[in-house]
């Protein structure tokens, strides 16, 4: 069983590490556009916040394990033509730098009032910058356009993958579902 990249193929690690942080940033998003309709007398409008932070908190962690795991392993080379592969790199990069913006803007949400974040019930994150003029209301427009930006990245990235899987036939979508699948 392959755990580990390989110079032509992901291993079980990096395919895992990716799908779940996918899930889970797809979900944070539908949560977080659910939760703002809300109306204060709705039950989950009380309960889908802690769920939500604990959630983006717990995909933080993995998040830093998934970069990690990456430094720490070969990238298998990308297909495609040169201009392709470098897209793809800056798509990825800025992936990554959105995913982060947008966790440390609702982490400033959540402490704005010098209050730390409970993860699931089980430990407390503290509120370490708090105070600031309008924290609260910045940090959430920032976390919420950046969602918005970082969702568009995910629709090119999974536009580009299907792309490469059905028109050009060259075996993305299957290194990504399966350790050994190559080009």
């Known amino acids: 069983m392959q755990w580990r990249n390989r110079r032509d193929s992901y291993g079980w690690i990096a395919i895992g590490l990716h799908w779940l942080v996918a899930v889970a940033v797809i979900g944070l998003f539908a949560s977080g556009w659910w939760m703002v309709g809300l109306s204060y007398y709705q039950d989950w409008y009380h309960r889908a916040p802690a769920l ?6 717990v995909l933080f962690a993995v998040l830093l394990l998934r970069l990690a795991w990456r430094a720490a392993n070969p990238v298998p080379q990308a297909p495609g033509r040169p201009w392709e ?7 990825h990069r800025g992936m990554l730098i959105l995913l982060l913006a947008v966790m440390v803007a609702g982490y400033l949400i959540s402490t704005a009032a010098g209050k730390g974040i409970a993860v699931f019930g089980m430990f407390e994150v503290p509120a370490t910058l708090h105070g600031l003029p ?9 976390h919420r356009w950046l969602a918005y930006a970082l969702m568009a990245l995910v629709g090119l990235h999974t536009a580009a993958a299907l792309k490469h899987q059905f028109l050009d036939r ?3 979508l299957a290194r990504m579902l399966r350790p050994g699948a190559r080009r």
């Open 134 to 142: 309008r924290q609260e209301d910045w940090a959430g427009w920032a």
């Open 85 to 91: 592969q470098r897209a793809g790199r800056w798509a």
């Open 170 to 172: 060259d075996g993305t």
């Open 52 to 57: 939500h932070k604990s959630v983006g908190l």
